[in-house]
T-cell receptor
Framework: KAGVTQTPRYLIKTRGQQVTLSCSPISGHRSVSWYQQTPGQGLQFLFEYFSETQRNKGNFPGRFSGRQFSNSRSEMNVSTLELGDSALYLCASSLVLAGGRETQYFGPGTRLLVL | SQQGEEDPQALSIQEGENATMNCSYKTSINNLQWYRQNSGRGLVHLIL?????REKHSGRLRVTLDTSKKSSSLLITASRAADTASYFCATAPRGSQGNLIFGKGTKLSVKP
């Protein structure tokens, strides 16, 4: 099976712009989670989608939003970019399993640089 | 906020030696997972241990979980230069969905 794919891999934007990142999960995986990784804050959870519904959200401002399509592909959007939004954005997909067996598989990430 | 805390923050060993990394967390969990990351790339899943398990093995990896102490350890035996990477523990909080809480990681350097 193909792994999680993310596009684009690299992106340079300027402050005030907006950006949309895309994630295609592993075939059959219906849960998609997004994370932000920075040197200062480490890996932080943004939000999780399952069957086109946001089930869980981390502690990020409303400028960060996402959505999931019927084919489980997901996008995240960041509006009014700030310098501090420069980060590696990681997407992960998983099967929804009972009994605490859910493994998240990560994509290669999108590295965003805000100038 | 970070739940997991890895210890040590950095570890440097020779090829062939064993590497042990520890992780502590704060709340009840469904499972704990260990990931590896090479130079700011994507995370590679190594092993998942459920809250009702105490030990798991996968190849050269051995993971233990002590829920009474809210801690886990990852042992890599007979390390290789290719094991050089950052290692993260991530907890799936009980009652939460699709949300992993990561520690800051241990940077492992294996010298040939």
């Amino acid at each position: 099976k193909a792994g999680v794919t993310q596009t684009p891999r690299y992106l340079i934007k300027t402050r005030g712009q907006q950006v949309t990142l895309s994630c295609s999960p592993i075939s059959g995986h219906r849960s998609v989670s997004w994370y932000q990784q920075t040197p200062g804050q480490g890996l932080q959870f943004l939000f999780e989608y399952f069957s086109e519904t946001q089930r869980n959200k981390g502690n990020f401002p409303g400028r960060f939003s996402g959505r999931q399509f019927s084919n489980s592909r997901s996008e995240m959007n960041v509006s009014t970019l700030e310098l501090g939004d420069s980060a590696l954005y990681l997407c992960a997909s998983s099967l929804v399993l009972a009994g605490g067996r859910e493994t998240q598989y990560f994509g290669p990430g999108t590295r965003l640089l805000v100038l | 906020s970070q739940q997991g805390e890895e210890d040590p923050q950095a570890l440097s060993i020779q090829e062939g030696e064993n590497a042990t990394m520890n992780c502590s967390y704060k709340t009840s969990i469904n499972n704990l997972q260990w990931y590896r990351q090479n130079s700011g790339r994507g995370l590679v899943h190594l092993i998942l241990i459920r809250s009702n398990e105490r030990e798991k093995h996968s190849g050269r990896l051995r993971v233990t979980l002590d829920t009474s102490k809210k801690s886990s350890s990852l042992l890599i035996t007979a390390s290789r230069a290719a094991d050089t990477a950052s290692y993260f523990c991530a907890t799936a909080p009980r009652g939460s969905q699709g949300n992993l809480i990561f520690g800051k990681g241990t940077k492992l350097s294996v010298k040939p």
